[in-house]
């Protein structure tokens, strides 16, 4: 995986010694100030990290001891239609929960950047839907999606138009469910508006005085100042978005015909409803693996349209 | 005199665009309001009602009558005081531990060079791409080992060495800010933690302000934690009591919504107040700002 | 002013801050430090005054006036354990996982139960319901079990046969009044394995016919009695739905899924047909011409639109009976607390219809058991016996209006408390008449055989496969997975 270069001020060395010095005393301070990260890595991620891969090569339900299995796992795995049906399954939402959500959550932004009065109540209000109970936002999602009770039908019969069963059909479950994760768009709008915030407004003066237009300034300062955090979400909401379960779980648990089988679910289910603890790490595994793959890409391509102002290469 | 009026017809013109873009941008905003504060609403609702109001059909926003009690009803089922001590104890803790550490790490990763750094940053990342399900019980193990499961420790320990959503977070806000501000600064003759906090936090307050709104929201609403490594009704978390209302076979709504409403409070109090850090808009047009 | 400084302040000027923001966020991040420490040092006390805790008193008392009168129900004569209570304190923890305001009448028995028993302490730990088995789990893996557990039929076998709990025959026998017998025959089955009986039910309760009277009513429809059969019921749902969108009424609120592992008994074996050859579970049997033809006769209920769709909620009440929208339904007798709270129009319970070849209903129910890390089994057992003791029972379930107790001689009081409806006798019946049977999917396959089948059933439900096409393939996933259990 390639990681933009943030190269500081002189760069790494070859002749002189002083330079040298200079390199080394940078990173000297380099590993002391990410020490408490390296600390807590050791501490508390790396045992459980490695532990779960000594797991995925035995059979252990954690209620008692383990066998080995060496790679028998991952053999079946390769076989288990299942598994890709949920990698799929997970790729369609987090593509379309992330590509949807990036929109919605920036429009959102940048409409809540306005200075207008009691702009910190709507915010409070738009952010609302990712605190609420989610019970409550479960219960009130089937009261508005339910093919004979809900709201949405009830709405469209009202022009006679029969809806569908927006949980039952297999077809329209999954888009219900990315059009719900809509919803709770208020968490990466918080940092987005927090990018919003930082862009310099001499910035927007600047382009002025060379006679942008809105849309204009929008393209030309507004999204390249941002693209570090777009970035952000994008990585961060597909890494989340491909584990997450909690709705799906709650709403259709992987139904129907497993169209919203979700990663996460299969994995949760195959560790703690069939206690398959081996099997669910091995899933993880894999999963892992993918999601680093996917990473690396996305850091790549950013290369072409990320701009870090505090990059020494731009 | 020619040019005064033209320059006082832009001027109004950009009035006019000006007063025409808020009403634009009310209209926006009261209308997904409504979508957005609905699930909301229907807690409040369903926290006011009678249990067999709960569920009827079609479902009705509005209360046949006002159960205030259902408040402290549902307050004095558990002991929900001490809940809410031990929440703050957590939520807190973790807020601070997690903006000291992930600034500090997150400037080394973005201002600093040293070997292995790419690397260190996949593994920083890699910790949030294993799924949960399968690190929780080697860790609850670990803890077990060193006899802290059934204290509040795992809950509150790991905030203090980083959280790599966080880290991420920051170190992309941190390479936003020219590298002149540290080069003038280090040829005045600050050192690395000068830089840190004299000149990038300083200029980082919003995105300070988001880890500690998602820290504290995170942590206030942390169910899988407290759940695995709390036993005693005395250390439980105000999540894991709320959570406690839902049963097998049979769930008081109204008392759960009622509960979830006050502990939802606090956090959209952090929420309404933290945004004072959120600097007043700059407009996209670039006419608001100060 | 350094230079770093000047260029610092333009930099923020530029940004729309001002120098006090700077001094502020500075100030902030110091008191947050300050603060810190004196929430550690309230953590770390936390944590030490729980390190000291043994034997000390019980948990925090309910803050509260309960909605159980603590003495109501304390009337039963409370058996005396041949096992001798314990000689020092010494503490026990029970896992639970009762909903919020039942687990009031839980720390009612536990404080009674300490007062009888001065040597032992009783922490009772209550956990959600919705992770109970991840919590669980973790503490199986780290050998942390609390002394007694709940456990419920679906994962009882899984768990029982991977060593988790203690077999309680030797300890049964020493009690000459324990009385296995009064146990109703289903609600053991799930707890037995390898010869040997490994947890105590609390609980076990048939399916049972909920009606919405208001609508038999208004149909004019008598109510279901024992005379009903399946067509009967089949007639009066079609009978029973009525009006369009909004307005409409549904006469049945479910269909069978082979997805469901309480489907069996109570839509298949009226026909003579099977799910799973039971009890061993080795043969899936649901291809047979009979079950087709069962699943096929329930089938039409759905096209003739007498049947919601579905809307499956894990861990959520999903109460469309509630809405009073529903004519009948089949749930289980843990169901009527909920149904009771909940609704708005007069209902009761009725006996599941009988079918041409059978008469049966599914029953289910859940136990407590004794766990292998129990350090105190005496203590843990002498609370078990008098925990589901016919006292105990009727102090936690039958007077409380629980219902469904695993001991028939405590349903007389659940079913002449006030919390009872009508038709409970119909709930014991179903249960002393031998109508209610365990025949239901509890094999440790089980969670892997209702993840098979289910998605097949649904495209069923979706309209887009046929019942006998989707049961062939239902036997052709489920048939390699009970092969298991063979030999």
């Known amino acids: ?314 | ?290 | 002013m350094g230079k770093h400084e000047e260029e610092l302040a333009r930099e923020m000027r530029r940004r729309g801050m001002s120098r006090r923001d700077v001094i502020r966020i500075g100030l902030q991040l110091g008191l947050g430090a300050a603060s810190m420490g004196m929430l550690l040092a309230a953590c770390g006390q936390s944590a030490s005054t729980d390190a000291e805790k043994p034997a000390e008193e019980p948990a925090a008392e309910p803050a509260s006036e309960s909605i159980f009168d603590a003495n109501a129900g304390n009337t039963g004569a409370w058996p005396v354990s041949a096992v001798a209570d314990p000689g020092e304190k010494v503490e026990i923890s029970v896992g639970h996982t009762w909903d919020a305001v039942f687990f009031e009448r839980q720390l009612q028995f536990d404080k009674l139960f300490m007062e009888r028993h001065p040597n032992i302490v009783v922490k009772a730990e209550n956990t959600p319901w919705g992770e109970f088995r991840q919590k669980y789990t973790a503490a199986a893996a780290g050998n942390a079990l609390p002394d007694l557990l709940y456990t419920q039929f679906s994962w009882a076998q899984e768990t029982i046969r991977s060593g988790m709990y203690i077999a309680l025959d030797d300890w049964i026998a020493k009690e000459k009044d324990f009385n296995l017998a009064d146990f109703t025959k289903p609600s053991l089955v799930s707890y037995q394995y390898d010869g040997k009986l490994w947890g105590i039910p609390y609980d076990e309760g048939p399916g049972n016919l909920y009606y919405n009277k208001d609508l038999f009513d208004a149909a004019g429809e008598a109510y279901p009695d024992d005379s009903w059969d399946l067509e009967k019921l089949k007639a009066v749902a079609i009978k029973l739905t009525s009006g369009e969108g909004p307005n409409k009424i549904f006469g049945l609120g479910e269909l069978p899924s082979p997805g469901d592992s309480l489907m069996a008994p109570n839509y298949l074996f009226p026909f003579g047909a099977q799910y799973l050859s039971e009890p061993k579970e080795d043969q899936c049997l649901i291809n047979n011409p009979e079950a087709v033809a069962a699943m096929e006769w329930w089938e039409e209920l759905r096209a003739k639109g007498a049947v919601p769709s579905p809307a499956d909620l894990q861990n959520v009440a999903w109460p469309a009976f509630q809405f009073g929208k529903i004519a009948m339904t089949l749930q289980g007798s843990w169901a009527t607390p909920p149904i009771a709270a909940g609704s708005k129009f007069n209902w009761d319970i009725a006996k599941w219809p009988k079918g041409p070849k059978a008469h049966s209903t599914f029953s289910a129910g859940s136990a407590y058991m004794i766990t292998r890390d129990s350090k105190h089994v005496e203590a843990a057992w002498i609370y078990l016996n008098e925990y589901l003791s016919t006292a105990g029972q009727t102090y936690m379930w039958a007077s409380t209006g629980r219902g469904s107790p695993s001991r028939l001689s405590a349903w007389p009081a659940y079913i002449s408390s006030k919390f009872a409806p009508a038709g409970a006798k119909n709930v014991e019946e179903a249960m002393s008449q031998g109508i209610g049977t365990h025949d239901i999917i509890d094999q440790p396959t089980g969670p892997r055989v209702t993840q098979a089948a289910g998605p097949i059933w649904d495209l069923v439900v979706a309209g887009q496969k046929s019942v006998k096409d989707a049961l062939a393939e239902v036997f052709a996933a489920v048939d390699p997975i009970v092969a298991e259990n063979r030999g």
């Open chain 2, 1 to 290: 005199m020619q040019a005064q009026s033209s320059l006082r017809k832009s001027a109004l013109g950009i009035r006019q665009t000006a007063v025409v873009l808020k009403v634009v941008t009310y209209l926006l905003l009261g209308l997904l309001s409504i979508s957005f504060v609905l699930p909301f609403l229907w807690m409040v609702s369903t926290s006011l009602k009678l249990s067999q109001d709960v569920f009827t059909y079609p479902p009705s926003f509005f209360p046949n009558s006002f159960e205030w009690q259902n408040y402290p009803k549902g307050w004095r089922v558990l002991p929900f005081d001490t809940f809410l001590v031990n929440s703050l104890i957590v939520t807190f803790s973790n807020v601070i531990g997690n903006i000291l550490s992930c600034a500090l790490v997150a400037f080394g990763f973005a201002r600093l060079k040293g070997r292995g750094r790419d690397f260190l940053f996949l593994m920083l990342l890699a910790t949030l791409m294993i799924p949960r399900e399968v690190t929780i019980i080697p860790r609850f193990l670990m803890f077990s080992a060193v006899g802290l499961t059934n204290t509040l420790w795992p809950l509150v320990l790991p905030a203090w060495f980083g959280y790599a959503f966080f880290i991420f977070l920051l170190r992309q806000f941190f390479m936003s800010i020219p590298l002149d501000l540290d080069n003038a600064a280090r040829i005045d003759g600050a050192n690395n933690w000068q830089i840190l906090t004299q000149v990038i936090l300083p200029l980082s307050q919003p995105a300070l302000a988001s880890v500690a709104i998602f820290a504290f929201i995170g942590n206030w609403s942390n169910l899988l934690d407290p759940l695995i490594y709390l036993r005693s009704t005395e250390l439980y978390t105000l999540a894991l009591g709320l959570n406690l209302f839902r049963g097998q076979n049979f769930t008081q709504f109204n008392l759960l919504m009622a509960v979830s409403i006050i502990t939802l409070i606090p956090v959209l109090l952090m929420f309404f107040f933290s945004q004072k850090l959120f600097v007043q808009g700059v407009s996209l047009t670039g006419m608001g700002g100060r």
């Open chain 1, 1 to 314: 995986m390639s990681i933009p270069q943030t190269t500081v001020a002189p760069p790494v060395p070859t002749g002189k010694p002083k330079m040298r010095d200079m390199a080394r005393k940078e990173e000297r301070s380099f590993y002391l100030f990410i020490m408490p990260w390296i600390i807590g890595f050791l501490l508390f991620d790396a045992g459980a990290i490695l532990a779960s891969f000594v797991i995925s090569f035995t059979n252990w339900s954690a209620l008692s001891a383990p066998a080995w299995t060496g790679t028998l796992n991952y053999t079946k795995l390769a076989a288990d239609p299942l598994f890709y049906k949920a990698m799929g399954n997970s790729l369609y939402y987090g593509i379309g929960s992330v590509g949807l959500g990036t929109i919605v959550s920036f429009l959102l932004a940048l409409l809540l950047n306005q200075n207008v009065w009691g702009i910190t109540l709507f915010r409070t209000i738009f952010y609302l839907p990712s605190v609420v109970s989610g019970i409550a936002v479960a219960i009130l999602w089937i009261m508005i999606l339910h093919q004979d009770f809900g709201l949405v039908n009830s709405f469209l019969a009202f022009f006679g138009i029969k809806g569908p069963g927006w949980l039952v059909q297999p077809e329209w479950a999954m888009p219900s469910l990315i059009l719900m994760s809509l919803w709770s768009a208020g968490g990466s709008m918080v940092i987005y508006l927090a990018g919003l915030q930082s862009v310099p407004t001499h910035l927007y003066e600047a382009a002025e005085i060379d006679g942008a237009n809105t849309f204009q300034k929008f393209w030309t300062v507004t999204v390249p100042m941002m693209s570090p955090v777009i970035l952000y979400n994008l990585i961060v909401g597909f890494i989340a978005s491909i584990q997450g379960f909690v709705l799906v779980y709650v709403m259709t648990n992987g139904g129907p015909a497993n169209a919203t089988l979700v990663y996460g679910l299969y994995i949760y289910r195959t560790a703690f409803i069939n206690f398959q603890m081996g099997y669910a790490s091995a899933l993880a595994w894999i999963l892992l693996v993918v999601i680093i793959a996917i990473t690396a890409i996305q850091f790549t391509v950013a290369r072409y349209w990320v701009y870090y102002e505090g990059d020494l290469k731009q």
